[in-house]
């Protein structure tokens, strides 16, 4: 049901905030996952079970400092503990779906809300520019209607949020409609008839859907372009000779990019067992042979496993490149890669649940040249 | 071991305890004989060989990785094989697009009957890894 959420003190947060209240008071949801103000400026994910805490909410906020994906995971598991709503981005979700699938969370007894997003900044750069006075809600909210990046002085937005072409949540309970939309209008949702009548509201006619799209259409073909260029130039420099091991030069296998990564879940990965610890003669001979080794070792083969492990389910959601110390664009790589992996599989990740991730399925009837003698 | 007029590849194969390790005895055991650039790693299903099993060997230099396994239908674990088979397009398609020659990685399906296709197999695989030459990765320091 489409309805609208009428402006509370001339505020969009206030009036979301509002609304949230209303799902926990209402009994709707028991718990409320969403980004809380903390002190310094910046906003963390928490799960609010006291409705007086949503004072402090921010689910507005244009920082994401873990996909939240990895925390759904944690509050449902195999089954959600209470009736759960969880505020997330788009790419959260796409993540959160993936999860489902490798049965690390559920969606029974979770309300899903997503909101449109206009993309997320670095957290320093964000806590940065909003005491500079730099970033505003108003301005960060109206980046989609006029096709431009927020705030264009100061920081720019994640690498991966500039070449985000899924900005509009999918398969939501609840979808707050932010994007065409001026700070001082009514907000338009769209949510589950069920809901609608737990929380009082009935149908109001939103604003024609078609200025809406434009929006999205104009910020996601800006965006794609952006994309394809930044997968095109990552190609190009795979393909150069020693391209692969030229793009991770500088990494000092941190294990950041696989500790942040929504889908890397594996309670025990293979790069932190003492699988890799070889014994001390083993770095002298590959030196002997090689003239040269690089420590530590093994960093391709990291790299290259964690393409092997989660390429199909990436989500382009870019937390590695953002935890990298050594500036090396990991999502941007492995979105290019990926792309490759999923296409292969006619994939999606994040699209539909019930789509089986491609690495646990088979037909009999598909690839039947491969093992054969050519 | 290493120049142009004589190269010598070292391939690495992983073979299914059921059928092509089964097959690879039986080459044995006929007195068949294939090149000896072959060294053989008996896992119980081609299911079994991670990712990571194949790109550990190619990084450090191995010229091959040869992955053999049950006829489709075939599988002593049922599904094993096609799952193997899965692995491998994701495999390919990433060796491919991070610029590895992916032809070092081989998968086929031999029976523990067919113990003259295995030699074949591995006959036909060492003249292929001669052609394309030394695997890049054995000089290369930043792995």
Redesign the interface.
Same mark, same amino acid.
């Given at each position: 049901m489409n309805t609208m959420l009428p402006l509370q003190n001339g505020d969009p947060l206030i009036t979301v905030r509002g609304f949230l209240r209303q799902l926990l008071e209402t009994g709707v949801v028991e718990a409320i996952f969403l980004p809380l103000e903390v002190d310094g400026g910046a906003t963390l994910p928490a799960l609010v079970a006291d409705p007086a805490w949503l004072d402090q909410a921010d689910p507005l906020t244009p920082v994401m400092p873990i996909n939240s994906a990895r925390a759904v995971s944690a509050l449902t598991n195999k089954h959600s503990p209470a009736r759960l709503g969880v505020v997330l981005r788009p790419c959260e979700i796409r993540a959160l779906i993936e999860l489902v699938k490798l049965q690390q969370a559920t969606l029974e007894n979770v309300t899903l809300i997503g909101l449109d997003c206009p993309g997320t900044y670095e957290v320093a750069e964000y806590i940065e520019g909003k005491h500079a006075g730099r970033i505003t809600l108003a301005d960060y909210l109206e980046v989609a209607g006029d096709d431009r990046q927020p705030a264009l002085v100061g920081p720019s937005l994640r690498p991966a949020c500039q070449m985000c072409d899924q900005p509009v949540p999918e398969h939501v309970d609840i979808h707050l409609r932010l994007f065409g939309l001026g700070t001082d209008q009514a907000i338009p949702v769209t949510l589950s008839d069920e809901i609608a009548e737990k929380l009082g509201l009935s149908q109001v006619s939103q604003p024609a859907a078609d200025g809406r799209q434009a929006v999205v259409d104009r910020l996601t073909a800006a965006r794609r372009q952006v994309r394809e260029k930044e997968l095109a130039a990552i190609r190009e420099r795979l393909d150069a000779d020693g391209g692969l091991a030229s793009l991770f030069a500088t990494c000092i296998r941190c294990h950041n990019c696989m500790t942040v990564c929504p889908i890397c879940y594996c309670k025990t990965c293979l790069f932190k067992t003492a699988a890799f610890d070889h014994p001390p003669e083993h770095y002298l001979n590959a030196a002997r042979r090689r003239g040269a080794v690089r420590m530590l070792g093994d960093t391709l083969l990291f790299q290259l496993t964690r393409l092997n492990h989660m390429s199909a389910s990436c989500v382009s959601c870019g937390m590695c490149t953002s935890a990298c110390p050594a500036d090396i664009p990991v999502g941007a790589i492995f979105s290019a890669v990926g792309a490759q992996v999923q296409a292969a599989f006619d994939y999606q990740p994040g699209r539909d649940v019930s789509d089986p991730l491609p690495l646990i399925t088979f037909q009999a009837n598909e690839w039947t040249q491969i093992g054969e003698e050519k | 071991m290493n120049n142009d007029n004589h190269f010598e590849p070292h391939i690495l194969a992983f073979l299914c305890n059921w059928c092509t390790y089964t097959g690879a005895d039986l080459a044995g055991t006929s007195r068949l004989q294939y090149p000896p650039n072959v060294r053989v790693i008996r896992t119980m299903c081609s299911g079994a060989v991670d990712?990571?099993y194949v790109?550990?060997p190619l990084?450090?230099?191995a010229d091959g990785v040869f992955i053999g396994?049950c006829?489709?239908?075939d599988c002593h674990y049922q #599904?094993g094989?096609?799952?193997t088979?899965?692995?491998?397009?994701?495999?390919t398609?990433?060796l491919?697009?991070?610029?590895?020659d992916e032809q070092r990685v081989w998968?086929?399906?031999i029976s523990a009957s067919e113990g003259q296709k295995f030699a074949e197999?591995m006959t036909?695989m060492v003249v292929a890894i001669k052609e394309l030459g030394p695997n890049p990765m054995?000089?290369?320091? #930043?792995?």
């Open positions: - | 990712p990571v790109l550990k990084l450090d230099g396994g006829h489709p239908g #599904t094989n096609y799952k088979r899965r692995r491998y397009v994701a495999l398609e990433i491919k697009a991070v610029g590895f998968l086929r399906w197999t036909e054995r000089t290369s320091w #930043t792995v």
